[in-house]
């Protein structure tokens, strides 16, 4: 009986250890997390080109060198918000609802992006210059992420030359395809890596399943006269 509760054992345990970790779950507002550190909150599904992502954050960053201090959320799809997609298309409620969840971490100005159009808000107060400031910014051009980071990045520097901080036009960066590797693709090569890892594995299990089946049980030895 022992032998048997140890081989259930083993099996049960290394069907835990092969089974795949779960993801993990979805934020209630991922922008809301994401910029208590962070000053920019790209679209995450579909997301933008890394080129387009690093030139708004230049930008940003420049923007902060010259002494206007922004944090920016850009939203391309409800999913983008987590659980309050209500938002979606609403920049300025989305701004205020977004105000709100950071003033404990952040006191500077806020500017939200959408296909819809701009939401600013200035620490849990409207931004009044900066609604002026962008009254004649055209939406983005479509609801593509990289046209919504393009937007972004313009709607910056619209923000910061109000404020008297001119912020240089910095150029999108090419993106460089590497050569793809002769042989099998990548997803050939985690399939490899998942069937070696999954083999050893089950050898290991083997090992330990004869070991429990051969080891010599107490309970079989005969009893002293």
Known sequence: ????????????????????????????????????????CPPNNPRPSQPQINRTQKTIDAAKQGGYEIRVAVIGSPTDLGSVP???????????????????A???KLLVVMAAGYG??????????GVKALQGLPPPANGTPDALMAAATVAVRKLAASEGVKVPVIPLA????PPPASGSGSGSTSFVK????????????????????????????????
């Open 174 to 177: 090419k993106t460089v395809t």
């Open 120 to 129: 600013v808000r200035d620490h849990t107060k409207p931004y009044l210059a």
């Open 106 to 108: 952040w006191t500077g």
């Open 86 to 104: 209500v938002f979606f298309g609403r920049p300025a409620p989305y701004a205020k609802f977004l105000d709100a969840e950071l003033q404990s």
């Open 1 to 40: 009986m022992r032998r048997f509760a140890a081989l259930v054992f083993v099996v049960l345990a290394a069907a835990v250890a092969l089974q795949p970790a779960a993801p993990a779950r979805a934020d209630g507002d991922p922008c809301s997390d994401y910029l208590l550190v962070g000053s920019l």
């Open 194 to 225: 998942y069937a070696l890892l999954l083999a050893a594995g089950l050898a290991v299990l083997g090992v330990i399943v004869a070991a429990i089946l051969f080891w010599p049980d107490g309970e079989d030895e005969p009893e002293p006269d």
